[in-house]
């Protein structure tokens, strides 16, 4: 039978209508031992309320699932008290010759059972890991807290859609019309373009990423060699990983070597980066300079919703917010930017309707409406 006090800190819970994951309740009550139980639910439960009042019920789910996966740990396995008595050691000898004995005479039994038991001890290591792996999704970023992607609500004759994709003026829009931000970066990202190094040496290359300069003031990411800041102001210039640096030129130094991209762009690079970690929402693994070419950029997925700049959804828009600014104000200049430019625009069909809203980035992979979460990386539901 549950302990009454622990049924009553989940209905508390439960009657707010934030009702907390079932299994992370269950994963608990499985390895916590019995008479710790109550404590720490109820400290879990306490700090569940207070980060759903804090941060919404999103986000205070996902911490509920860390801070219970932090209890599951060998002081709270094993944490039971022992008397050590002077026939302690021959006793655990004696167990031990039992034990050894007992394996002999039923191998097969024995067999089944540690087997059973390895392979569930490894399940449970596997589960930990891997929730583990992918709440630390895009966290490593120094202004991850503030740094936010723009996305586009559009309506069209009733129909709702939820995209991660804005249009290319916005980025300019937003430096212009809104107070608070610090740094603006698009980026466009590119589907499986065509790299030449030689005549004898093409490539078929995904995870290729157009962005504007202030793309390295918003993201962490190491430069090994190269000017990068300059890399990317300079049109046609690439910044690049090791190993894309490698697989293109081997041994040889690739800084200020060139590539043909897509058949007809002559690309020098410029700087060379650190493979980007696995956990992040934007494994890019070349970086090229922004250029205003539309058949340069014309070469990844765009939302149409008419003929209208405002109404090709094309680039990513990625922002960083001041620390002493709500929010909130962002998003209500954001919708009369939308207002001003799609909504009140003649050109623009009455029966499609646009806004933007913003997203802070490391709640990005766990965001499955918006087309999978982004252009590479699958979001995955945690709900």
């Not at 608990?28 to 207070?50: A, H, N, S, V």
């Not at 067999?111 to 992918?134: A, N, Q, R």
């Not at 490593?140 to 996305?151: F, P």
């Not at 293109?248 to 700087?271: P, Q, S, V």
Request: glycine letters at 6%; charged letters at 25%; proline letters at 5%.
């Amino acid at each position: 039978m549950e302990d009454d006090t622990t049924i009553e800190n989940f209905r508390v819970v439960k009657t707010m209508g934030n009702e907390p994951p079932s299994w992370v309740l269950w994963f608990l009550r499985w390895f916590c031992p019995p008479y710790i139980l109550e404590e720490i639910e109820g400290d879990l439960f306490q700090k569940f309320e207070k980060d759903i009042k804090s941060f919404g019920i999103g986000k205070a789910k996902k911490r509920l699932v860390w801070n219970t996966i932090r209890f599951f740990r060998p002081g709270i396995l094993f944490r039971n008290r022992f008397s050590v008595e002077l026939n302690f050691f021959p006793m655990i000898l004696n167990n031990l010759l039992f034990s050894v004995r007992h394996l002999r005479r039923q191998k097969l039994n024995s067999l089944l059972h540690v087997t059973g038991l390895t392979l569930g001890m490894s399940v449970c290591i596997l589960i930990g890991l891997f929730v583990k792996h992918e709440l630390s999704f895009d966290v490593y970023h120094s202004k991850t807290d503030r740094i936010y992607r723009v996305n586009s609500v559009w309506t069209e004759t009733g129909k709702q859609f939820n995209l991660y994709a804005s249009p290319f003026p916005l980025a300019e829009a937003i430096r212009n019309d809104i107070s608070g931000i610090e740094t603006v970066a698009l980026a466009r990202p590119q589907f499986k373009a065509m790299i030449e190094i030689s005549p004898q040496k093409i490539f078929k290359q995904d995870h290729v990423l157009i962005v504007e300069p202030a793309f390295l003031d918003i993201f962490n990411i190491e430069i090994v060699s190269g000017d990068a800041t300059k890399a990317l102001i300079i049109p046609y210039q690439a910044i690049v990983t090791e190993t894309i640096a490698k697989k293109y030129f081997g041994n040889e130094d690739a800084i200020g070597k060139t590539f043909k991209y897509r058949d007809k762009f002559i690309i020098t690079i410029g700087g060379i980066m650190r493979d980007l970690p696995s956990n992040t929402s934007l494994p890019a693994s070349i970086l090229l300079s922004y250029v205003p070419n539309e058949e340069f950029l014309d070469h990844g997925d765009t939302w149409y919703f008419g003929d209208f700049a405002w109404n090709k959804l094309a680039v990513v828009t990625y922002i960083v917010i001041d620390e002493k600014t709500d929010p909130r104000h962002v998003e209500t200049q954001l919708k009369q930017i939308a207002d001003k430019n799609i909504n009140s625009a003649p050109t623009v069909d009455k029966a499609i309707q646009g806004s933007f809203e913003i997203q802070q980035l490391h709640d990005i992979h766990f965001d499955t409406k918006r087309f999978g979460g982004g252009p590479w990386v699958a979001a995955i539901d945690f709900s």
